[in-house]
């Protein structure tokens, strides 16, 4: 099955799970994941709230933190055994970052954080019943589809970065218009399919057909973390997008 996510890759957790001996008792398991992905959001929301009550003292460290965060990452994705020692500093890391954003926003728009985790949390709950109930079929029409649109994002997002360093600006970042928000509310929808994914190729992974080892927990509940974290972020821009009109 093909993913969604490009975090998950069924063929790199397969390579991984033919290459190794997996000992009884060391292998993924659903609950395994489950636990560590609670873990890992518990640390982000304790670096949440350390840079949210600090935030003038924390401010000028952000983009330091965004940048570790970033390489923590990067290590995380291309040498995966390293997700259990580095997928915990990199929980606390991006909750710090989320702090700072989050005040960032609260300030110019009271009670809005509130709003967005809530939002956050609730689409999470109706994918997982979305998906536990079989609602949506994760096919693999519907997961070709998905993935090409979550790559052209990602792509638009890195050629406007990109972009930013040379100091073009596009008005979508700037802009608060319909348009603006109607493309968030599609981004939001994309991340908020992407659970299906992440849902589907967990169960996956930890059934009778493939045996993983006990690490490859970290790296699924640190993926599905990233999911999560971009869903906040967009609905976050969404509410403070629509606020301002």
């Not at 709230?49 to 290590?75: D, E, K, R, T």
């Not at 929808?189 to 967990?202: E, Q």
């Amino acid at each position: 099955m093909a993913q969604g996510n490009p975090l998950f890759n069924e063929a790199a957790y397969e390579k991984v799970a033919q290459q190794q001996r997996v000992r009884v008792g060391e292998e993924m398991t659903l609950q395994g994941t489950i636990n560590k992905s609670f873990f890992l959001l518990l640390l982000c929301a304790i670096g949440g709230m350390l840079s949210w009550n600090h935030y003038s003292a924390m401010a000028p460290w952000g983009m330091p933190i965004v940048l570790v965060v970033f390489v923590l990452s990067m290590i995380i994705i291309f040498v995966k055994k390293s997700a259990p020692m580095l997928a915990p500093l990199y929980a606390f890391g991006e909750g710090a970052v989320l702090g700072l954003v989050s005040a960032a926003y609260n300030m110019q728009y009271q009670g809005i954080v509130a709003q967005a985790i809530t939002l956050t949390l609730l689409v999470f709950g109706i994918m997982l019943f979305v998906y536990r109930t079989g609602i949506i079929k994760v096919n693999k029409t519907f997961v070709i589809g998905l993935t090409a649109v979550t790559g052209a994002i990602a792509l638009f997002y890195l050629v406007s970065l990109g972009l930013m360093m040379f100091g073009i600006h596009l008005s979508y970042f700037t802009s608060n218009s319909g348009w603006a928000i109607a493309i968030n509310v599609f981004i939001c929808i994309v991340a908020a399919m992407n659970f299906l994914i992440d849902f589907a190729f967990i169960d996956h992974m930890t059934s009778n057909q493939v045996v993983a080892p006990k690490y490859m927990e970290w790296y699924a509940a640190f993926s599905l973390m990233v999911t999560l974290v971009w869903l906040y972020l967009e609905i976050l821009r969404t509410l403070g997008r629509s606020r301002s009109r």
